[in-house]
């Protein structure tokens, strides 16, 4: 089943005047700038996930908060339904245009408004990129902990929209765990704060609502962020392993000892070789599986954990445990991860990369499962595995020339997060479902579930402009899907009407 | 453990005959934080037949518990397997149990270093205002899919739905604690804190008493030992964290009505009448005062901060009163979860 948006079952749109829509635009806010040929709007019409591109009616561009209120205004009472965007790294589609919508780009919001080393806080505008926060931070010995492998090109606005997490999340949390305040505009314009630049705020947790909602509760203005000092030392630890059951039992093992890394990642064979391949990082190419993992905190702990850790992996049969010598050894053990994701696309002339979550316990079984849904699919499958919180990142190698194979991978990661569902996972750990996922959501939340995802969006946008056909399916969607899994005879949602 | 029960289809039945003659139900675990907030009306749902723990595999990071269980039995629990709840939520009460420690959300003097309770809820079980049993977030430390109706439960003072289950983060004990006190004047107490806080000291908590700042160290050995070296200070008992959490210590036994001010952690001392706790590094500050609410809200709303009132029925809006705008959206989203108002209706705003 597509995922672009299908009115007969994601529900029906307005029909835009896109020349009365310009021309009004125009009127009231002569200084905004606004794409509206069909070759300006081309490199809007998708976002990181690129398989998928739709292209937009108008794209604007604001430079200020009053523009973007005002085409927000504007949009609300002409019913012209609004997809905003930041720097469109997402790898979900959540900034997918739609033929009769407004792309509204927030990437002219670039300027690091404030930042406070003795609050520990960073006040910044929604496109700011991730990793300039921390570059900003560095002279007081602070940085922004979340670090997504987009994170020299995604904007926070787009982090706190997706809940963007990053190889630290087990130690230092998700962007939800890292921010104080978040304005927002609703979809008619009006402004709010959510949380404040206390450790908490009066009234229901808005903030924490609102982080991972994709776009679909209002448009995000500003952000501060909490910065932590910078570890004193940081030490990373490689260790080969000949089974990928060894590797992940090895990772249970470490908690177990009541240590909890900063990262630690898990890759596969396949995985291994290609970034070896590309960055040379020194990976032991012959390891069924090897963990990296990074110590971080006060020299005297580091070293003692370094230490423990050690004699953990050993026990646990590591083949190979190496400490990176320096620090220039430790970069470079993390660019071969950092990077697996281009490596893996040189194996191939196109990837899919999945982003499932399991109970660390499930892995291998996980794992196994993976391996024989790829013979089955006859398609290759790297894996990245971010171990310490159960975020696996299958990587699906296909052609898309090749007639049948777009579709073939896009079944095979379907079961893919399935299977991540029925051990008690979720379809996304990080990258958010967007588009992409639209479908496995039915898998994952029943009917009675969905409806009240509704009901949260129809508080804050009874009409659906914002961002419409994202995260949350339509129940006829699911209907729709369902007819495709049909259970024991049984149809899912079988009052509800077909197409 | 002996008494657990999954209660739920009782509970269930019991919320969906409320949402049938459009009762108010008051939710309740032990009442130990019925002192909260605005004083609730309505019939009585007592969670606490709903109790046991669900699941528990230490190397997970992760506890699955029923709302009745009592919070003490969860502690003991995770003390078995040398693991904790970070945020350490108080409990005003031997009784309290973990869907109250949810449904207030307060967490402890770990705080600003840990996170707080919002933050390690992984998952939660709902009886909706539809009369629903409904599942959101999970058993996983990331989970993006929907949105997070989970961490939204957190602090919504049962406003929302009865929650029944949660799934929580846990982190194993810190290998080495170490608590010490210090004589020195809050204003010096406050900017050392301040500078402290741009390094990376294993400070775990820190309260100044009016008169001597109190810190606990908390790591692994080498680096408790390097922060004491430096720091100094004399040894302090770690009871006292668990005497300021429950509220134990003698400032808290005067009979001024108790004020709390979240603020912005470098907040410089403030004036006003009466006497001042400093805990989370200044993030919070506990008053005894007599002076009006309107006078201690403005002085906290023009640094960025907000007040609660932890006197039971002395004014009518113990939570800090919301901007227009944003009640609007609050009373939207209760319409939308609760059409029926029917959860703990005005517990915690009238409007709610």
């Known amino acids: ?499 | 453990m002996p008494g657990d029960l999954d209660d739920s289809t009782l509970l269930l039945e019991q919320v969906n005959r409320a949402l049938d003659n459009a009762t108010p139900l008051r939710i309740q675990g032990s009442n130990s934080k019925a002192f909260l907030g605005r004083i609730g009306a309505g019939e009585i749902l007592d969670t606490r037949s709903h109790r046991g723990i669900v699941s528990y595999d230490p190397t997970e990071l992760v506890i699955t518990v029923r709302c009745g269980t009592p919070l003490a039995e969860l502690k003991q629990v995770l003390d078995a397997a040398r693991q904790m709840l970070p945020c350490e939520p108080p409990a005003f009460g031997d009784g309290a149990t973990v869907g109250g420690m949810i449904a207030s959300g307060l967490s402890g003097p770990r705080r600003p270093w840990s996170g707080s309770v919002r933050d390690f809820v992984l998952g939660t079980r709902v009886i909706t205002g539809l009369g629903k049993h409904l599942r959101f977030g999970g058993e996983v430390m990331k989970n993006v899919a929907g949105y997070d109706l989970s961490r939204l439960m957190a602090g919504s003072y049962g406003t929302l739905g009865l929650i029944t289950e949660v799934s929580l983060k846990v982190l194993p004990k810190p290998r080495q604690a170490l608590s010490v006190s210090l004589e020195m004047s809050s204003e010096r107490a406050l900017q050392n804190l301040a500078q402290w806080g741009q390094q990376p000291l294993p400070i775990s908590a820190a309260c100044h008493d009016g008169e001597r700042l109190h810190l606990r160290l908390e790591g692994g050995e080498g680096s408790v030992k390097a922060a004491h070296d430096r720091l100094g200070g004399e040894p302090l008992d770690s009871a006292y964290w668990d005497d300021l959490n429950e509220h134990r210590l003698t400032f808290f036994d005067e009979d001024q009505p108790l004020w709390r001010l979240s603020l912005p952690n470098n907040t410089a001392r403030l004036s006003l009448p009466g006497r001042q706790l400093i805990d989370w590094g200044g993030a919070q500050r506990w008053l005894k005062s007599d002076a009006e609410d309107r006078f201690i809200r403005q002085v906290a709303n023009e640094v960025g901060g907000h007040v609660t009132c932890y006197s039971h029925g002395l004014i009518d809006s113990p939570f800090q009163p919301l901007p227009a705008a944003l009640m609007r959206y609050h009373q939207s989203l209760k319409q939308q979860l609760d059409p029926r108002g029917i959860f703990n209706p005005g517990r915690l705003y009238a409007e709610l």
């Open chain 1, 1 to 499: 089943m597509n995922i672009l948006y299908d009115e007969r079952v994601d529900g029906a749109l307005p029909d835009a005047d896109k020349a009365g829509l310009l021309q009004a635009l125009r009127g009231q806010m002569p200084e905004l700038e606004i794409l509206h040929q069909q070759e300006e709007l081309k490199p809007y019409e998708c976002d990181g996930l690129s398989a998928y591109r739709t292209t937009p009616m108008l794209v604007v561009l604001p430079r200020d908060i009053a523009q973007v209120q005002g085409v927000l205004k504007l949009c609300h009472q002409r019913q012209v339904p609004v997809v905003a965007r930041g720097a469109g790294t997402g790898l979900s589609g959540g900034a997918l245009p739609l033929e009769k919508g407004l792309l509204l780009v927030m990437a002219r919001f670039n300027r690091i408004l404030h930042i406070d080393p003795e609050a520990r806080v960073a006040r910044v505008q929604p496109g700011v990129r991730n990793l300039a926060i921390s570059q900003a931070a560095a002279p007081y010995g602070l940085y922004y902990a979340p670090d997504p492998s987009s994170q020299i090109a995604c904007s926070i606005g787009g982090n706190v929209a997706e809940n963007a997490g990053g190889v630290h999340c087990l130690k230092y949390g998700l962007t939800v765990h890292n921010v104080l305040q978040v304005d927002i505009l609703t979809v008619d314009g009006e402004h709010l704060t959510l949380g404040s630049n206390a450790l908490d705020a009066p009234g229901l947790d808005l903030l924490a609502l609102f982080t991972g909602s994709e776009g679909m509760l209002g448009v995000i203005t500003e952000v501060t962020v909490k910065l932590l000092p910078k570890p004193q030392s940081a030490k990373v630890l490689l260790a080969a392993f000949d089974s990928v059951q060894k590797a992940g039992r090895a990772v249970g093992d470490i908690i177990a000892a009541g240590i909890i890394p900063g990262g630690l990642e898990m890759m596969d064979n396949l995985a291994i070789r290609a970034a070896e391949d590309f960055i040379h990082a020194g990976y032991p190419v012959d390891a069924e599986a090897i963990l990296l993992c990074e110590l971080d905190g006060v020299e005297a702990d580091v070293h003692d954990d370094c230490t423990r850790v050690r004699e953990v992996l050993e026990q646990a049969g590591a083949t190979e445990v190496r400490l990176a010598k320096d620090e220039a050894e430790r970069v470079r053990f993390w660019a071969g991860r950092k990077n697996a994701f281009p490596a893996v696309g040189r194996l191939s002339p196109d990837y899919y990369c999945m982003d499932g979550t399991i109970p660390r316990r499930e892995l291998p079984g996980v794992l196994k499962a993976i391996a024989e849904l790829s013979a089955e699919y006859n398609l290759r499958v790297a894996n990245v595995f971010h171990a310490g919180d159960g975020n696996m990142h299958p990587l699906i190698l296909f052609d898309a020339n090749q007639p049948g194979e777009l579709e073939r991978a896009e079944n095979l990661g379907g079961k893919i997060l399935e299977l991540c569902v029925k051990v008690g996972g979720s379809i996304t750990g990080e990258h958010g479902v967007g588009r992409e996922k639209i479908n496995q959501m039915c898998a994952q939340f029943n009917s009675d579930e969905l409806t009240l995802f509704h009901a949260v969006k129809a508080a804050f946008d009874p009409s659906g402009l914002l961002n419409p056909g994202k995260n949350i399916p339509t129940l006829h969607r699911c209907a729709e899907f369902g007819a495709m899994h049909v259970h024991a005879g049984q149809l899912p949602f079988p009052d509800l009407e077909r197409f």
